[in-house]
């Protein structure tokens, strides 16, 4: 059971918008930054998004995130096939004073 | 350029002890973060704990806590994490990151298997 909740499955069709939620609490998300991460099959995860909105240097501005409350959010527009991967949120929580990742969830780009 | 180079897959059996390594280069190895990743078969990212190599602060999850033990030597700008007595449980990909933020860059990541 991950202390981030996201929903294990997300598709789109290529061209779409597509979106994955990550919700927390007062300790995590509610108190500190999120984070979302990118894994291809058989690769390291890849930091796709920082600081809640923030894009490093190299990823395309398909990729955004936002944070409300205790809740974040990842949007990817024009939805391409190599963007099937696996996604997650992650923040530090101040209760356990350590980072915490959420479940994951799969994008199939149908 | 950052880079963090993990060392290289190992198996081994149940009760046996275990360190493996996380070598960073391309920044000052002591003035940031470098933490561990946990990936059992399958599943998803679990954080496991991480260590300031400056002074050696180190903070665990509660759910390592105990379990492994996190350490880093900064003459070598290298992470370590050690198992003193491995379960098949153990049995997973591990991957180090550096933190600033969490994971902003991660090491290839080194597969842990553990099997009589």
């Known amino acids: 059971q991950s202390v981030l909740t996201q929903p294990p499955s997300a598709s789109g069709t290529p061209g779409q918008r597509v979106t994955i939620s990550c919700s927390g609490s007062?300790?995590?998300?509610?108190?500190?930054?999120v984070n979302w991460y990118q894994q291809l099959p058989g690769t390291a995860p890849k930091l796709l998004i920082y600081?809640?909105?923030q894009r490093p240097s190299g990823v395309p501005d398909r990729f955004s995130g936002s944070k409300s409350g205790t809740s974040a959010s990842l949007a990817i527009s024009g939805l391409q096939s190599e963007d099937e991967a696996d996604y997650y949120c992650a923040a530090w929580d101040d209760s356990l004073n350590g980072g915490v990742f959420g479940g994951g969830t799969k994008l199939t780009v149908l | 350029e950052v880079q963090l180079v993990q060392s290289g897959a190992e198996v081994k059996k149940p009760g046996e002890s275990l360190k493996i390594s996380c070598k960073g280069s391309?920044?000052?190895?002591?003035?940031?973060?470098i933490g561990w990743v946990r990936q059992m078969p399958g599943k998803g990212l679990e954080w496991m704990g991480i260590i300031y190599p400056g002074d050696s602060d180190t903070r665990y999850s509660p759910s390592f806590q105990g379990q492994v033990t996190i350490s880093a030597d900064k003459s070598i700008s290298t992470a370590y994490l050690q198992w003193s007595s491995l379960k098949a449980s153990d049995t997973a990909m591990y991957y180090c990151?550096?933190?600033?933020?969490?994971?902003?860059?991660w090491g290839q990541g080194t597969l842990v298997t553990v099997s009589s």
């Open positions: 990151a550096r933190h600033a933020p969490i994971g902003d860059y």
């Open positions: 600081s809640n909105n």
């Open positions: 391309g920044y000052s190895f002591t003035s940031y973060w």
């Open positions: 007062s300790s995590n998300i509610g108190s500190n930054t």
